[in-house]
């Protein structure tokens, strides 16, 4: 745990040193590109159906959140049990312009039942054999864990297609219990739309696949799917044939969205490659915890005054990237597992959305995008997966486009050693002193993109001319030179 706290720390200090990395990442070079506003609109409409009304504690909440949108509610079933995901389906009225369509949507991940289908994970082929419906995973006592890890070495992906076995049963019982249903509507001229959030946007693109094979279709929009937060659950032969059917949308650092056998094998050599690194840094913080102790926790005040700002490269950020870089060329780590992984994908096209100097930007990435494909240890890897965000990154990557100005340039971590606004360490407040521990009290105001501490950057602030509508961190002189904007104090507002 120690480690990972710390190599937290690093990545946050990585990504500050070079705040233009995340958009260089999302250019063409990188094969990504924009993609069309209509295709942004038509994900954030259906947003709200798979990360709100479906997450409601009642059918009768479902029903007004949906119908506040605009939508009938046919079906809500809100009961999960293990492989039978909770879900409801809903309809435009009747007398509504345009196209008449009827949305499945289904819940993501919320009670024990839902996590006991997540974590059958083990790969099996997909679409299934009825005999392979039944049955546990891995039973029996003394080979259970050698079961369970042969399952990710035993599918052949030449001879077929396969999915997450939880995930795939629940697609089958769903799709039995509302193909005729979803059938009698299309043959009415209805197009069919299945959305879901995490756990959802896994069996919603499974559903997909069987109606795909099932459905008469005479036009891809006929059928769509659109998934939010959506694991890493099938194979590359399923994710590219849903690409003319399914849009996928990943948040900034999602951890669930990059969970896969090889992510999870590399990211645990990379922390035993730094452990001695990490249990350095917390030794330092725990000496400095000693030492604050000593003094009785006396407080800690500023001991330059405003004016002494010192520029020049960080030597603490070089000294802490300086670290990690020597442990990178050391002696290779002998591989944990000799035996090739099946590799899982996230299906149908992939729009990323990612942080750029404050503000969300969107991009639309190829499938083996090195940021979806290795776990990307940031304070917010967590938090990204929720559907509440989700939903408000969608809305703030269009407020953003729509905005009349750019954000400032921002000024790298390894630029400085001292506060842009007070002159001091970084730090200064803080007991604990270690490389790490400075790297996180480094900040960039959202309005001027200076580099400041922790206490001169204490407000939020909407910034409306760059597309933030929701609270945003600045520094003390854009807090008092501000215009006419909401301003409220540190801890109500956005990330860091």
Not at 35 to 53: D, G, H, I
Not at 113 to 130: E, K, Q, S
Not at 223 to 238: I, K
Request: net charge negative; proline share 5%; aromatic share 6%.
């Amino acid at each position: 745990m120690a480690c990972l706290y710390y190599q937290l720390a690093i990545g946050r200090a990585e990504r500050g040193c070079d705040p233009d990395q995340q958009r260089r990442a999302h250019g063409a070079d990188s094969g990504c590109s924009e993609p069309p506003t209509t295709l942004l609109k038509e994900v954030t409409r259906f947003a709200s159906l798979a990360c709100s009304a479906v997450y409601q504690e009642r059918e009768e909440e479902c029903q007004r959140v949906a119908a506040s949108l605009g939508w009938h509610t046919i079906v809500a079933e809100l009961d999960s049990h293990p492989e039978k995901p909770a879900f409801a389906l809903f309809a435009s009225p009747i007398q509504a312009q345009g196209a008449k369509e009827v949305v499945l949507a289904i819940r993501g991940t919320k009670t024990l039942h839902d996590l006991v289908t997540d974590i059958r994970v083990a790969p099996i082929t997909f679409p299934l054999d009825v005999t392979a419906v039944s049955g546990d995973e891995g039973e029996g006592e003394d080979g259970e864990d050698a079961s369970r890890d042969a399952y990710w070495m035993k599918v052949d992906s030449d001879n077929g297609t396969y999915a997450c076995g939880g995930m795939a049963r629940a697609s089958e019982w769903l799709f039995s219990q509302m193909y005729p249903l979803l059938a009698d509507l299309h043959s009415q001229g209805y197009q069919v739309v299945v959305v879901g959030h995490s756990l959802g946007a896994s069996v919603a693109a499974l559903v997909t696949v069987l109606l795909q094979q099932k459905l008469p279709l005479t036009s891809p929009t006929e059928l769509r799917a659109y998934g939010y937060s959506c694991p890493n659950c099938c194979c590359v032969g399923l994710a590219s044939q849903l690409e003319e059917h399914m849009v996928s949308v990943v948040l900034g650092d999602d951890f669930v969205c990059r969970l896969s056998p090889s992510s999870v094998q590399s990211q645990l050599r990379h922390l035993e490659k730094h452990r001695h690194e990490a249990y350095g840094q917390l030794e330092h913080d725990w000496d400095s915890l000693v030492q604050r102790a000593t003094e009785l926790w006396k407080p800690k005040h500023r001991v330059h005054s405003v004016g002494e700002e010192t520029g020049g490269v960080s030597v603490v950020m070089s000294s802490l990237l300086g670290k990690r870089d020597w442990v990178e060329k050391g002696e290779a780590e002998e591989p944990m597992m000799d035996r090739e992984l099946v590799e899982i994908w996230i299906p149908g096209r992939i729009l990323h959305i990612y942080y750029h100097h404050g503000v969300s930007r969107v991009a639309e990435v190829p499938r083996g995008h090195p940021s979806l494909r290795s776990l990307a240890l940031q304070g917010t890897m967590l938090s990204d997966h929720f559907a509440r965000n989700v939903l408000s990154a969608l809305k703030a990557v269009q407020l953003v486009h729509q905005a009349p100005d750019t954000p400032p340039v921002w000024t790298p971590f390894d630029a400085r050693d001292t506060c842009q606004r007070c002159a001091n360490a970084f730090s200064w407040h803080s007991t604990f002193t270690s490389e790490t521990s400075e790297a996180r009290a480094r900040h960039n105001c959202r309005n001027c993109g200076d580099l400041v501490c922790g206490p001169c950057s204490a407000h939020r602030q909407a910034i409306p001319r760059l597309g933030l509508s929701e609270p945003a961190r600045v520094c003390i002189k854009c807090h008092l030179q501000g215009s006419s904007t909401v301003l409220v104090r540190s801890g109500d507002g956005a990330d860091d």
